[in-house]
């Protein structure tokens, strides 16, 4: 079955309070943040059900490129491939839009209120059902249409919720029950800043390691939650950010010959401001998600900015090191570090350009891309990630800061330096001899193909719905 291109946002309880249709959750009014986030689900006509007309398109819901938003006083005739059913006023997990997607019948996504709970602040939703609570998304097809159309008349803002009621109870076969994912329904102001609480809360990734889990997450996410009301976007966080790496290497560089400071102070001091960098290294991306303000340029400057952030302060670890101990082969450990880990970046960026097609590098593949997993080495490889991680090094380097041992540090940032390099040059090699074998395969069948005769190569039809293979950058 074709998946639906067609959504229906119904305002439902918004209609009675419209100064609701200004609240802001995440930076985002509610019906803005349903209508970005289908679009960027693959949703690309959108009508707003707003009997009482309420509701105006401002923002980037105007800016939409290729896909209709509309209002509608009336509902609107279904599509063949049905509908995708959202109500307006609520906030939901990004999943559950996900799980009517491929709907191919009537479909009511349910949870339980304990779904991207936070401390006190748990999912609520439309209609118990059960143990479960229906979350606002659902999916009909044409034929409940006139169903709809009736119950609304009688109820325009909660006739859907009657309808589902009434069909929950003859057709257990409409419900279905979602594995996770917040959901809650708006009334008030208060509600809104619960969703709010909820939605921040799901922005922690299940890879994140230790330190992000108990450390940069708890720190960085409150802060994100305030700059989602400024105008700051992702791009200008980024550069911002990287201010901390500038000053922690300034301060590691100068603190002690130029301000006078002692070694101690100075290590600490470049210690904390290259943790703040790690803390707030995530804002960027969670105002990405929560905003939608996601670009392929965005991935690339994370990716580049981060290098060169790491960059510069293993190049004030190497100087505080040679000024604590007088010995000038930190120094010359500092330039192979530097050299070393650029090799390993220019290696990595190339494989981002020329197979991966995006500029963020946790789709760079360790270990042997012609094996699943990677191979021994990748498996080897990705079992240590955990170690590779750029929170869990700053983090330590904050505290061998603080116990004035960064010079101990500086032989980590050397054979690390090394180890990346040489790993990721013999994976280069690889690369170039294996993009090198597809492309001889490929122009062997291209000369195999230009051996028939002229009249036969005429003559020759495609199959019908063979499509030519190509690359799709991101």
């Given at each position: 079955m074709t998946e639906p291109t067609c959504a229906i946002l119904q305002t439902g309880g918004l209609q009675s309070s419209p100064d609701l249709f200004q609240a802001r959750c995440g930076g985002l009014d509610l019906v803005e943040r349903h209508v970005l986030g289908l679009h960027y689900a693959g949703i690309h006509q959108i009508y707003i059900y707003d009997p009482k007309g309420h509701w105006k398109p401002i923002g980037r819901v105007l800016q939409l490129e290729g896909t209709t938003v509309q209002a509608v006083r009336e509902l609107p005739e279904f599509p063949s491939t049905g509908v995708i059913w959202l109500r307006a006023d609520a906030v939901v997990h990004k999943q559950l839009i996900g799980l009517v997607k491929s709907a191919e019948k009537a479909t009511v996504v349910c949870g339980?209120?304990?779904?991207?709970?936070?401390?006190?602040?748990?999912?609520?939703?439309?209609?118990d059902v059960g143990d479960e609570q229906w979350t606002g998304v659902a999916f009909f097809p044409a034929a409940v249409r006139a169903e709809l159309v009736k119950s609304l008349g009688n109820d325009s803002e909660s006739g859907d919720i009657q309808t589902i009621h009434a069909r929950?109870?003859?057709?257990?076969?409409?419900?279905?029950?979602s594995e996770g994912g917040f959901f809650r329904k708006i009334r008030d102001r208060r509600d809104v800043r619960d969703a709010e609480r909820l939605l921040f809360h799901s922005l922690r990734k299940p890879q994140d390691g230790l330190v992000a889990r108990t450390f940069n997450r708890p720190l960085s996410l409150p802060v994100s939650r305030l700059l989602?009301?400024?105008?700051?976007?992702?791009?200008?966080?980024t550069v911002l950010n990287a201010g901390f790496a500038v000053a922690a290497a300034l301060v590691l560089f100068l603190g002690h010959p130029v301000f006078g400071w002692g070694l101690w102070l100075s290590g600490a001091l470049g210690g904390l401001l290259i943790q703040a960098c790690s803390v707030y290294d995530g804002c960027d991306g969670e105002i990405a998600r929560v905003k939608f303000q996601y670009s392929h340029l965005g991935d690339w400057l994370d990716t580049?900015?981060?290098?060169?952030?790491?960059?510069?302060f293993f190049a004030g670890v190497a100087a505080w090191s040679y000024q604590y101990t007088g010995h000038t082969y930190f120094i010359w450990m500092g330039v192979a570090a530097f050299v070393g880990q650029w090799i390993a970046n220019v290696v990595m960026y190339y494989y981002l350009i020329k197979v991966a097609g995006t500029g963020n590098n946790q789709d760079y593949q360790l270990g042997s891309p012609d094996k699943p997993g990677g191979g021994l080495i990748g498996r080897i490889l990705n079992k240590l990630k955990y170690l590779t991680k750029r929170d869990f090094h700053l983090f330590t380097f904050m505290i061998l800061g603080f116990a004035g041992l960064l010079w101990v540090g500086a032989y980590f940032i050397f054979v690390s330096a090394m180890i990346a390099a040489t790993i990721l040059s013999v994976q280069h090699v690889q690369l170039l001899f294996r993009l090198r074998r597809e492309k001889h395969v490929k122009h062997g069948v291209g000369e195999k193909r230009d051996t028939k005769p002229p009249v036969e190569r005429r003559d020759t039809k495609q199959p019908a719905g063979e499509k030519r293979e190509g690359k799709h950058g991101g």
């Open positions: 339980r209120p304990g779904h991207g709970a936070k401390g006190g602040t748990s999912s609520d939703g439309f209609l929950l109870d003859k057709e257990k076969t409409w419900k279905k029950s989602a009301h400024t105008h700051l976007t992702p791009n200008q966080l580049i900015f981060d290098d060169i952030c790491n960059c510069l």
